[in-house]
T-cell receptor
Framework: NAGVTQTPKFQVLKTGQSMTLQCAQD?????MYWYRQDPGMGLRLIYY???????DKGEVPNGYNVSRLNKREFSLRLESAAPSQTSVYFC?????????????FGDGTRLSIL | DQQVKQNSPSLSVQEGRISILNCDYT??????FLWYKKYPAEGPTFLIS?????DKNEDGRFTVFLNKSAKHLSLHIVPSQPGDSAVYFC???????????FGTGTRLTIIP
């Protein structure tokens, strides 16, 4: 049982390049999330999807777009990467709203933007 | 504005002793709290949670205490083991909400 799988694990981009981070879960979860983790900042929510076909902004959505392709997959796109987007990105999923079941996280994508 | 604060970036504890990790929050609307544990190069994993209707929740060696009047919660690990060395994140939300607000984490090191 793979849980939450993120690809790629590492990526280096140049300023202005675009990139899509992929996330897939095999737990039949309804909700999926994208976070970024920066030193001294904890994890901050970028976007989330409560169900297939819906997406909502989190705390730091600027510069990102998301697609909930189907129940399993939730992608995060950087249209024009900026050095401020250098971070570790985590995808998570949960069966439903927080409190019913906790969120399960992938192992992260380490993204550097030069 | 940091709504969930973990004021100790790091903590070292002898193996076998008690580890106490602290977390403070400012948003009085939060009513559900979670602790996550994170090893290097891995994603966070859920450890334990507590609802605001309780003041204590226990799971094996892990106990979370909630003091609503002080807006403070703590995670106790007894006894501490080397495998407990990790970064611990406190998180808070409204029950039924989609959004978790995380603290900045405390790096726990268990000394053999």
């Amino acid at each position: 049982n793979a849980g939450v799988t993120q690809t790629p694990k590492f990526q280096v981009l140049k300023t202005g390049q675009s990139m899509t981070l992929q996330c897939a879960q095999d737990m039949n979860h309804n909700s999926m999330y994208w976070y970024r983790q920066d030193p001294g900042m904890g994890l901050r929510l970028i976007y989330y999807s409560a169900s297939e076909g819906t997406t909502d902004k989190g705390e730091v959505p600027n510069g990102y777009n998301v697609s909930r392709l189907n129940k399993r997959e939730f992608s995060l796109r950087l249209e024009s990467a900026a050095p401020s987007q250098t971070s570790v990105y985590f995808c998570a999923s949960s069966i439903g709203r927080v409190g019913n079941q906790p969120q399960h996280f992938g192992d992260g994508t380490r993204l550097s933007i030069l | 504005d940091q709504q969930v604060k973990q004021n100790s970036p790091s903590l070292s504890v002898q193996e076998g002793r008690i580890s106490i990790l602290n977390c403070d929050y400012t948003n009085s609307m939060f009513d559900y709290f979670l602790w996550y544990k994170k090893y290097p190069a891995e994603g966070p994993t859920f450890l334990i949670s507590i609802s605001s209707i309780k003041d204590k929740n226990e799971d094996g060696r892990f106990t979370v205490f909630l003091n609503k009047s002080a807006k403070h919660l703590s995670l106790h690990i007894v006894p501490s083991q080397p495998g407990d060395s990790a970064v611990y994140f406190c998180a808070a939300t409204n029950f039924g909400n989609e959004k978790l607000t995380f603290g900045t984490g405390t790096r726990l090191t268990i000394i053999p």
